[in-house]
């Protein structure tokens, strides 16, 4: 089946988005930031403790379980460790800031389909959570 909108235009204009995001200053830095830490096996180590601690506090969440002060503990010890290791750290925000763009960016596309328009500011404020305010989400 064809796209709705297979035409050269929308392809020229994502692309034309794709290139203002990429010129932005504060995405060459994180690009860097991310490149610095893909360099880094220590950053890389303390980075991956810390995520895979908070999977296992998230599975325990899901299976009913309460984690016990050792384990928070244990996370808040990583999350310092991070915090303290300038490479892994810079990774940290740079990731919530790509993260962040795609998110954005993600979200206005989706509403524009759903609504048949441009979303307006307060309506892109409005919405939360992974569905959107109208119950939406895949099935």
Known sequence: MENLLDTPTIDTKSRELCQFIVDQPEFAAARGHIEAFLEN??????????????????RMSH??????????????????????????????????QMNGTFSTVTKLLQQTLQLGRVPSVDEMNAESGCCGGEGGGGG
């Open 41 to 58: 096996a220590e950053a890389q180590a303390v980075y991956r403790a810390w995520q895979e601690k908070g999977q296992e506090l998230h």
């Open 63 to 96: 299976e009913g379980l309460q984690p016990n002060d050792d384990d928070i503990k244990q996370m808040e010890a990583l999350r310092e460790t991070v915090m303290k290791n300038e490479i892994a750290s810079d990774f940290a925000e740079a990731e919530s």
